[in-house]
């Protein structure tokens, strides 16, 4: 069972300026996006959770044998012209935003690329969407504002200057963020061992009867 729409994802050309990134609305479509909400992993606190403590359902799991494939980072190391062959993943989920959340900030040089995915069907605010900042001082000078709608992926290339944040927003907010990690760090809060990823295979791999 695939979630992604790898057509749709392939096709989107990335921004330079800021830094490289894209924005692809619909990147999973609208009913698997639905069945990925009702099996997404329950999470009552705030703050990134690895997958690692995050049980999800099947069609969640689905979406983790896309993105771990090597369909998709074929796709990710060509739009940004990255060798992406052997590199390791991390990743996490959030389900509760506090308004402390969303400051400005970079991602470290332990990854490579980042794919954020949201999952919420209804949200009527700009509050908690993503901005892809032209500097590290000022939230409201950006180059996209990106609601957190369901389907919505965006994706960037980890440089020095690739500032981010959102609004203040509290309560519900779900989203899923992907790296491929660039070997400096190996070890940190949002690492996503072989463990997870061998559930995963797991999941969609039967050996052939004798």
Not at 64 to 93: H, W
């Amino acid at each position: 069972m695939t979630m992604l729409d790898f057509d749709r994802i392939a096709a989107a050309v990335p921004q330079q300026q800021p830094y490289p990134f894209a924005v692809i609305e619909c990147a999973i479509p609208r009913d698997p996006a639905r069945a990925i909400v009702a099996d997404f992993p329950k999470i009552d606190r705030p703050g990134a959770v690895p997958l690692s403590e995050a049980e999800g359902g099947p069609a969640f799991d689905a979406l983790l044998a896309d993105l771990t494939g090597e369909r998709f980072r074929a796709i990710i190391a060509e739009k940004f012209g990255l060798d992406l062959a052997g590199k390791s993943i991390s990743a996490n989920v959030r389900g509760m935003m506090r308004r402390s959340d969303g400051n400005i900030h970079t991602d470290t040089g332990a990854k490579l690329v980042t794919v954020l995915i949201y999952f919420n069907e209804h949200w009527p605010t700009r509050e908690g969407s993503l901005r892809i900042l032209n500097n590290r001082h000022d939230l409201d000078d950006y180059a996209a504002e990106v609601p957190p709608e369901l389907g919505t992926m965006v994706l960037f290339q980890v440089t020095p200057d690739c500032w981010h944040g959102h609004t203040p927003v509290s309560g519900k907010r779900l989203s899923m963020q992907m790296n491929y990690l660039s070997g400096v760090e190996r070890r940190g809060k949002h690492q996503w061992g072989f463990r997870a990823l061998g559930k995963v295979r797991r999941l969609f791999y039967r050996p052939k009867a004798a």
